[in-house]
């Protein structure tokens, strides 16, 4: 349940046996209470509003590798994986299946025997291919987040009271930019709580609860020569 943090009165947390008297099973792991504020009898209306703003950034980012240092690593992994297979390290077989495939999407593989029925036993490793790497050095994680990403919060609050009812009324608006373009999320939530003395021993009340929310997880496309992002 979503509660504007304005109506939050008192939060009171019941563990051991004073859970359990009370809610018996179901609080033996504890109970947290969570009182709203119903506004006070005899008190004028009060009205309170607050803002606050504050923006977001990563603490840390990790620095991807260059094309180059990416290809270098690259030709260590295929390298060792051949000699893995050369060696009898890796079974031939396995690897005709699954290794090699995987190698030639980025480099080329010779055979240098078989086994007489079309299987290779060994390899020679001719190098990268080039059509399977980018030649550019984008660092496309720090293209799709966001700079400075901002949160905004608004709460309304109105309090008060005559001598046989009480009324309160808050809201609540929360806007969060996400740490990556076109993430992000939106909240709403008012609640009004209302009672009143039909006599002096007859009283009634009403609360009312409306609460919105939108979680977007967006996309992020690039058009081919295009070096600022589009949405989608």
């Not at 504007?4 to 009370?22: C, F, G, N, R, V």
């Not at 060792?80 to 690897?95: E, F, H, L, R, V």
């Not at 929360?174 to 939530?189: C, M, P, S, V």
């Amino acid at each position: 349940v979503n509660i504007p943090i304005s109506a939050i009165e008192s939060i009171d947390i019941l563990k051991d046996a004073a859970a359990t008297a009370i809610y018996g099973s179901r609080g033996a792991n504890g109970v947290v209470i969570v009182k709203t504020n119903r506004g006070k009898k005899n008190k004028p209306l009060s009205i309170s509003a607050d803002y606050t703003h504050s923006i977001s950034n990563p603490t840390k980012m990790y620095k991807p590798l260059s094309v180059d240092q990416f290809k270098d690593a690259q030709k260590i992994i295929i390298q060792n994986t051949i000699d893995g297979i050369n060696k009898g390290q890796i079974d031939p077989y396995d690897a005709f299946y699954n290794q090699i495939p995987a190698i030639e999407i980025m480099g080329h593989v010779t055979p240098l025997e078989d086994d007489g029925f079309g299987t290779p036993l060994m390899y020679r490793f001719d190098g990268l291919r080039d059509d399977a790497f980018y030649t550019g050095n984008t660092d496309w994680t720090k293209l799709i987040r966001n700079s400075d990403a901002r949160t905004s919060q608004f709460n309304l609050s109105l309090n008060g009271g005559s001598e046989n009812s009480n009324l309160a009324f808050h809201f609540n608006a929360f806007d969060q930019e996400g740490l990556y373009i076109n993430n992000g999320l939106k909240r709403y939530n008012g609640r009004l709580a209302f009672d009143s003395d039909i006599s002096n021993k007859l009283t009634v009340g009403a609360s009312l609860s409306y609460s919105y929310s939108t979680l977007k997880y967006g996309q992020q496309l690039f058009a081919e020569g295009q070096t600022k992002p589009w949405l989608v």
